[in-house]
DNA sequence: GCCAGTTTCACCCGAGAGGGTGAGGCATTC
DNA sequence: GAATGCCTCACCCTCTCGGGTGAAACTGGC
């Protein structure tokens, strides 16, 4: 995805248990940790003294400020082009501010634009091949609402089975 | 897939009731029709004019010699690269004979190496989102054999689950 | 002819998925 | 405050899938 950006940028994966990957700036998604976000973003800030771009698909207005506050240098949508990514991996790692006000029009890809935060983080992970229930355990929710948001995805990007949403999804860079 | 090889090719559908359409060369998978192949070639020779190359995963010996006894310009494996399948095209086209014999090296893309034809085919028709009880439809077999395919798959690739085998085909060129 | 691999099929059973219905709570907007 | 959309969850039921077992027929190589 980056590899096709204007400005070189490098990805190195740091895990949580690796406190010795030297990175400029840290991209981190809160998936499944959103209700303690700042728990969550304390615990990462810890692991490095690079700033920490926040990275996931729920953008809305709360969990933006809840990150900031919690010493996230910026927050962006993974609904934002490649371009705004690494664009903001350099305004942060130039020790600026990403706030998603500057990336609020390059909101979703094409086709995803109907499919609310949520859908789309389950989205990813049914493109990841995991199971409903292995989603409710990574979301910490009912396997319940996970079918509830598997049904409204279908209905949204009209498939019927798992196997088409799959498809669906890699097509449209999930 | 061919946009990326070096000779320019364009495709045109062709449906099994388009009996207007000009190409050059008929690329026809036989899916489905293998025990009955030749009749499925005279039906499909009498829609065009244009010389038939058979594109399509089997390439046991005996699909080859019985398609072209029956009036194919050639068969490729659809395991062939992009390359072989433009250069098939050509030598077709131009009016030679494309036997597999000059494309037997290079045989299945990465990583389909140990999968079957038959394999390979279903695989194919799982990427394209179709269930068991529909590919089954679509090869004339019965869902049973299906299943039986299913898990042999799943072995092969190393996964467990429809999703996962999806993820895995589109990353591997199906 | 023998052997291995492939194709094909059946059956059993549990797991997972999918479609439906209903409901409550929260955040945002007007 | 009311309306809307989203998140979350429950429950019902059916369908599909996936893992297992077993077996027969065919093809190609030795």
């Not at 690494?86 to 890809?109: D, K």
Request: proline share 5%.
């Amino acid at each position: 995805m980056l590899a096709r950006s204007g400005p070189p940028v490098d990805v190195v994966p740091v895990r949580r248990d690796d406190d010795t990957a030297e990175v400029d700036v840290l991209l981190c998604d809160p998936v499944g940790h959103t209700v303690q976000i700042e728990e969550y973003l304390t615990l990462v800030a810890a692991l490095t003294t690079a700033p920490v771009l926040v990275f996931t698909w729920s953008s809305s207005p709360s969990s933006v400020r809840r990150a900031l506050a919690a010493g996230a240098r910026g927050f962006l949508s993974k609904g934002a082009s490649s371009g705004d990514l690494a664009s903001a991996i350099e305004t942060v790692a130039r020790g600026g501010l990403m706030s998603p006000a500057a990336s609020r029009r390059a909101r979703t890809p094409k086709g995803v634009a109907e499919l609310s935060a949520r859908e789309a983080e389950v989205l990813d992970l049914i493109c990841a091949g995991m199971s409903n229930l292995e989603i409710a355990d990574q979301l910490f929710v009912s396997v319940n609402s996970v079918k509830t948001y598997v049904r409204q995805i279908y209905q949204k990007i009209g498939v019927s089975r798992r196997a088409q949403a799959v498809a669906w999804g890699l097509a449209h860079g999930f």
